[in-house]
């Protein structure tokens, strides 16, 4: 069973769509299968917020912020 989700994050680079949510976990969903390929616990209280960063040469980096305090970049 999934948790509220907080924030969510397309990366149209490889069809993912990236899930925060309350119990401090990030879920992967690949779009094509609308299925939950990875999750991790991202944060000590629940993600509040999602940010995608394409960088020149770089592949996508996601930018989590959570209700612990913390930036974490995936």
Same mark, same amino acid.
């Given at each position: 069973?999934? $948790?509220? &989700?907080? /924030? &969510?994050? +397309?990366?149209?680079?490889?069809?993912?769509?990236? /899930? *925060?949510?309350? %119990?401090?976990?990030?879920?992967?969903? %690949?779009?094509? $299968?609308?299925?939950?390929?990875?999750?991790? +616990? *991202?944060? /000590? %209280?629940?993600?509040?917020?999602?940010?995608?960063?394409?960088?020149? *040469?770089?592949?996508?980096? +996601?930018?989590? *912020?959570?209700?612990?305090? /913390?930036?974490?970049?995936?």
């Amino acid at each position: 069973m999934l $948790s509220q &989700i907080n /924030a &969510i994050e +397309i990366c149209p680079e490889h069809n993912m769509l990236v /899930a *925060g949510t309350e %119990d401090s976990k990030l879920r992967f969903f %690949d779009l094509n $299968s609308r299925q939950v390929v990875n999750s991790v +616990i *991202g944060h /000590a %209280d629940s993600v509040s917020s999602l940010c995608s960063l394409g960088l020149q *040469g770089q592949p996508n980096l +996601i930018v989590s *912020g959570g209700h612990d305090g /913390a930036v974490r970049v995936w």
